[in-house]
């Protein structure tokens, strides 16, 4: 009998299998890991209703996640269109194989990228750091994005090796195809571009053809995304449309006062454990002087892009997979010397993932009452998708709770047939897919309740007006003001349980109560 012995590369075999593995485990069924998704639901159920598909409007992120829409539309059959639950399962059942090529991509790159032990050091710590093993789970299009920006870098760097130029020439092509996916996954995986470029010109043969090839990878990129922009065009209305909605994201989201909370979701998204450590190691290689200085900034080319973007709308989390990933990249070459081979790489980044854990727990109930949180209902744990909290299987289970008893509520007030209605809710779109499924012949429209924004489902003899998230307007009293709208008095009102907050000082009163039974 041979004796077994241990291959160098069988992690890049093992570490997707077993990130796919968990995935899978920890996945939403007909449910969704982040109301961004479920907003992408009700846009397929709206498509399917109206016939329009992509084209019938509120297909959320639309602009920058067409190739994700394009994808379901061609999986979900044309009756099943407006299952909101069999949509859901499309969904989370794509993520778990974009989770894997994920993995395997990011594998193949690191192996490309770094010496000794540093790519197992950094695909095991990042692929279950605190906001990775969340997100894999989630069914969300970046995971696509990313998985093929990978798989991208990795073809570039091949590239880069090869001494012929067609074998050169067909890798770049083959790089150029997986970077036009990777960008019509989710659009912002271009700011993960200068990355590729600095990889090359570190990993590149140094020979006096070096120039030409240079200058072919900056042609991959930029016709990449001169491409993807191509693509896109169909799905914006006007140039003067697209200005607009760039600008109006910069205004409405990028909030200079959110930097500091950024700056704190960084830290708990890659592991608190990753962040002490990771300050620790730049300490101590300036003290010493002694630092790989162009991989370092290749890491810095990774991670700052995504940073400066996101650190001013840091919510979500997942807003800084990318980051996280080069400063997981950043703490991998400042080891290089603890990294010596793949065993010890693997023995620091299980202790790494099991101290981010735990300290993740330890610190969940001080982070969980040093904010005000509206009443939950589902879980008894508090628990939130928009970063990761404390030990992320107890996490997931909360939420996959909280996101049943939202499903469940939806599928109430529906049973309900209510003909004039107004919601008030925080999580809003299980109902508006439920409601569209039920009844093909509602159209959506966009109104207002007083200075209240609203989402309205109408056809000819009923009316149903959602209040979007509720929390926005704290600390106002919603309902207090939607009771004394004149226009709408004779409308019934429910309000989402889990929207209850302090600020509400009244009650609907029982005659204009929704009836609905939990």
Not at 228 to 242: H, M, T, V
Not at 323 to 340: E, F, H, R, S, T
Not at 504 to 517: E, G, I, M, N, T
Request: aromatic share 14%; with cysteine; proline share 5%.
């Amino acid at each position: 009998m041979h004796k077994f012995k241990f291959n160098d590369k069988m992690w890049m075999v093992a570490v997707p299998i077993l990130v796919t593995v968990t995935s899978a485990l920890f996945s939403y069924r007909y449910t969704l890991a982040e109301p961004d998704i479920v907003r992408m639901v009700a846009g397929i159920v709206y498509g399917g209703v109206t016939g329009d598909h992509i084209f019938a409007g509120y297909h959320y992120g639309l602009k920058f996640s067409f190739g994700f829409y394009e994808i379901l539309y061609h999986l979900i059959p044309e009756n099943l269109l407006i299952d909101p639950d069999y949509v859901a399962k499309v969904i989370n059942d794509v993520g778990i194989v974009f989770a894997f090529i994920f993995a395997v991509g990011l594998s193949l790159m690191l192996n490309k990228l770094f010496d000794r032990g540093v790519p197992v050091f950094c695909a095991v710590g990042f692929l279950f750091s605190p906001v990775v093993l969340p997100f894999l789970a989630s069914g969300h299009p970046l995971i696509g994005g990313c998985a093929f920006l990978f798989l991208g870098c990795w073809l570039v760097l091949v590239a880069g090796e090869k001494s012929q130029p067609a074998t050169t020439a067909l890798y770049l092509t083959f790089a150029f195809a997986a970077l036009t996916i990777g960008l019509c996954l989710r659009g912002e995986v271009v700011l993960a571009f200068p990355f590729i470029a600095a990889a090359y010109w570190v990993k590149s043969p140094k020979n006096q053809h070096n120039w030409l090839f240079g200058l072919a990878v900056g042609l991959v990129l930029t016709l990449a995304f001169g491409y993807f922009l191509y693509l896109q065009r169909p799905f914006i209305a006007s140039e003067g449309r697209a200005v607009s909605s760039v600008l109006g994201f910069l205004s409405e989201y990028l909030l200079i006062g959110q930097m500091l909370k950024g700056v704190g979701i960084v830290v708990l998204a890659q592991g608190i454990v990753t962040a002490i450590l990771l300050l620790l190691a730049i300490a101590l290689r300036v003290k010493d002087r002694n630092m790989n200085l162009p991989l370092v900034l290749v890491c810095l080319a990774l991670s700052l892009p995504s940073l400066l973007f996101w650190v001013a709308n840091p919510t979500p989390a997942r807003h800084f997979i990318i980051a996280i990933l080069g400063l997981y990249l950043l703490l991998g070459q400042l080891w290089i010397d603890k990294l010596n081979n793949v065993k010890a790489a693997l023995f620091l980044s299980a202790w790494l993932v099991f101290g981010n854990q735990a300290i993740a727990e330890l610190g969940h109930l001080i982070i969980v009452n040093s904010f005000h949180w509206s009443n939950s209902y589902g879980a008894d744990r508090k628990a939130s998708q928009k970063f990761p909290l404390g030990f992320f299987p107890l996490d997931q289970q909360a939420n996959k709770a909280a996101e049943d008893a939202l499903r469940a509520e939806a599928v109430q007030v529906v049973a309900a047939k209510p003909q004039r209605l107004i919601i008030l809710a925080d999580s809003e779109f299980y109902l508006v897919a439920r409601l569209l499924a039920d009844d093909t012949s509602l159209r959506l429209l966009r109104s207002k309740i007083g200075n209240f924004p609203v989402l309205l489902l109408k056809n000819t003899y009923r009316q149903i007006y959602i209040v979007s998230e509720k929390y926005l307007y704290w600390p106002r009293d919603v309902l207090a003001e939607i009771l004394e709208r004149p226009e709408v008095v004779d409308y019934a009102i429910y309000v989402q349980p889990a929207t209850v907050t302090k600020y509400d000082k009244v009650s609907v009163p029982k005659q204009r109560a929704f009836p609905l039974h939990w």
